[in-house]
């Protein structure tokens, strides 16, 4: 059965910490794995990756696909508060997720 | 703002009715997922729709169906609600064509079924 798992599922962190979120998957036809950020309802996009070991980067934010793994990561460093939110990984066109981490940027 | 929008944002249904979400997807794109989002846990999905058609279905019952028009804006109907429906109804638009697109979603409708 496919499946995409993400670690940790829940993260505490202080302003100016760098942290690292896994994304796990296993699925038949594995086309993109896509990165959201959930902060109150509307997941917002942050990264799609199709081609292993090419990062992605955006600001503070980046994210790296390992096909051979059949995983990615996404880092965040130099955290804020506002970084604050659950970060899910979808595979297969966004149509299997993962559970989420839950991040919590303390002052 | 992701131009998609859903109605209603939030709707209290008794069990054993019937409920309809609506999405209207944002311009130029022609695929609409519907997902449902329990509390503390991911985006489960429901099906998508592609060009009027039903293009693929997760694992849930038949009394979830769904419609797509021909302006490709979007229906999800539930029947014989159960207390367990109770979530965050999410749908998100995409262009599917010759390459993958990323899903935009909507801010979701809260669903509460007592």
């Known amino acids: 059965e496919d499946k995409v798992v993400q670690s940790p599922l829940s993260l505490v962190v202080h302003e100016g910490d760098t942290v690292t979120l896994n994304c796990s998957y296993e699925?038949?036809?594995?086309?993109?794995l896509l990165w959201y950020k959930q902060e109150k309802k509307a997941p917002t996009f942050l990264f799609m990756l199709?081609?292993?070991?090419i990062e992605k980067k955006s600001g503070r934010l980046s994210s790296i696909l390992d096909k051979k793994e059949l995983s990615s990561i996404l880092n965040i460093t130099a955290t804020q508060t506002g970084d604050s939110a659950i970060y899910l990984c979808?595979?297969?066109?966004?149509?299997?997720f993962g559970a989420g981490t839950r991040l919590t940027v303390k002052p | 703002e992701t131009g998609v929008t859903q109605s209603p944002t939030h709707l209290i249904k008794t069990r054993g009715q019937q409920v309809t979400l609506r999405c209207s997807s944002q311009?130029?794109?022609?695929?609409v997922s519907w997902y449902q989002q329990a509390l503390g846990q991911g985006p489960q999905f429901i099906f998508q729709?592609?060009?009027?058609?039903?293009?693929g279905r997760g694992n849930f019952p038949p009394r979830f169906s769904g419609l797509q028009f021909p302006n490709y804006s979007s229906e999800l109907n539930v029947n014989a609600l159960e207390l367990d429906d109770s979530a965050l109804y999410l749908c998100?638009?995409?262009?599917?064509?010759?390459?993958?697109?990323?899903?935009?979603f909507g801010q979701g409708t809260r669903l509460t079924v007592v």
């Open positions: 998100a638009s995409s262009l599917r064509d010759t390459r993958n697109t990323e899903a935009f």
């Open positions: 699925v038949t036809n594995f086309r993109s």
């Open positions: 199709t081609s292993s070991g």
């Open positions: 979808a595979v297969d066109v966004s149509v299997r």
């Open positions: 311009s130029g794109h022609n695929t």
């Open positions: 729709y592609y060009r009027e058609e039903e293009n």
